[in-house]
T-cell receptor
Framework: GENVEQHPSTLSVQEGDSAVIKCTYS??????FPWYKQELGKRPQLIID?????GEKKDQRIAVTLNKTAKHFSLHITETQPEDSAVYFC???????????FGKGTRLSVIA | NAGVTQTPKFRILKIGQSMTLQCAQD?????MYWYRQDPGMGLKLIYY???????DKGEVPNGYNVSRSTTEDFPLRLELAAPSQTSVYFC?????????FGQGTRLTVV
């Protein structure tokens, strides 16, 4: 099965700065890499995902990059805002295309 | 659509008791999953199902059982509750890629 490592475990940034969270995965056959955001006491929700046939995907202030050769992918948040404060999880498929194995999470704090 | 619905939201169990966590989805998804999330930690896959009648173990299946008799329902059974099973349990479903999560069940074993 897949093994997903995520760094850093905590990240504090000033409002307006950028934040980058990195993940590595072990199964070279994995082809789908989502990022989930979990606010305190809430359920995880998908914020962006990428498939292995593209190297980068953007959605407003959020972007994900993928390096299949190195087996790592990253989440980039630009112009951070206080509402970006949450725990972010990367994931990769456990077996085939589903289900997902999650990284341990990154607690992002955006300081106003 | 209600999405993924979990019951109960909270439960306290005594050591050795058993219970079933219920999960239902109304999106006609084939895939359903159970995760547990320990305090300050990530999500660990317990069991998953790719369709009615098919279940498989995830990363941490010991102490749990599941069944999938219908597309909609995927209950998780704890037979002999132990303090190590204190956690928040999330059920999720998907059809292709995006997983939709239920609101979670907070279980405490004392």
């Amino acid at each position: 099965g897949e093994n997903v490592e995520q760094h850093p475990s905590t990240l504090s940034v000033q409002e307006g700065d950028s934040a980058v969270i990195k993940c590595t995965y072990s199964d070279s056959a994995s082809n789908y890499f989502p990022w989930y955001k979990q606010e305190l006491g809430k359920r995880p929700q998908l914020i962006i995902d990428i498939r292995s046939n593209v190297g980068e995907k953007k959605d407003q202030r959020i972007a994900v990059t993928l390096n299949k050769t190195a087996k790592h992918f990253s989440l980039h948040i630009t112009e951070t805002q206080p509402e970006d404060s949450a725990v972010y999880f990367c994931a990769a498929p456990f077996s085939g295309n589903t289900p997902l194995v999650f990284g341990k999470g990154t607690r992002l704090s955006v300081i106003a | 659509n209600a999405g993924v619905t979990q019951t109960p939201k909270f439960r306290i169990l005594k050591i050795g008791q058993s219970m079933t966590l219920q999960c239902a989805q109304d999106m006609n998804h084939n895939y359903m999953y159970w995760y547990r999330q320990d305090p300050g930690m990530g999500l660990k896959l317990i069991y998953y199902s790719v369709g009615a009648g098919i279940t498989d173990k995830g990363e941490v299946p010991n102490g749990y059982n599941v069944s999938r008799s219908t597309t909609e329902d995927f209950p998780l059974r704890l037979e002999l509750a132990a303090p190590s099973q204190t956690s928040v349990y999330f059920c999720a479903s998907s059809q292709t890629t995006e997983a939709f999560f239920g609101q979670g069940t907070r279980l405490t074993v004392v």
